[in-house]
Nanobody, 123 residues
Framework: QVQLVESGGGLVQAGGSLRLSCAAS????????MGWFRQAPGKEREFVAV????????AYVDSLKGRFTISRDNAKNTVYLQMNSLKPEDTATYYC????????????????WGRGTQVTVSS
């Protein structure tokens, strides 16, 4: 498995931006499809975005298309989530995850998880 550590969370005003990073170590990073999920208090964990191991293909939850962008740098073993035009409802703990399956969106298909980074958007 691959070990994952998220960073970049924090407190931001509505309309602002944040870029989350997820650094991977362990097994070959470039073999994994990488995803971002989020979980707000009292809610289930939800899929945000995923990027293929080759950095060619991406997929997003429909509600976030156009505001969030996932990318990766295989040379740095890092995946990113650029979040723009943030809203209070984006407040959540954001998790990155690794999967061998191609572009999964179900949390059950991801083998490794980070511990999360908190994003708080104030109104």
């Amino acid at each position: 498995q691959v070990q994952l550590v998220e960073s970049g969370g924090g407190l931001v005003q509505a309309g602002g931006s944040l870029r989350l990073s997820c650094a991977a170590s362990g097994r070959t990073f470039s073999a994994y499809n990488m995803g971002w999920f989020r979980q707000a208090p009292g809610k289930e964990r939800e899929f945000v975005a995923v990027i293929s191991n080759s950095d060619v293909s991406t997929a997003y939850v429909d509600s976030l298309k156009g505001r969030f962008t996932i990318s990766r740098d295989n040379a740095k073993n890092t995946v990113y989530l650029q979040m723009n035009s943030l809203k209070p409802e984006d407040t959540a703990t954001y998790y990155c995850a690794a999967a061998l399956k191609y572009l999964p969106s179900s949390s059950a298909d991801f083998e490794s998880w980070g511990r999360g980074t908190q994003v708080t958007v104030s109104s």
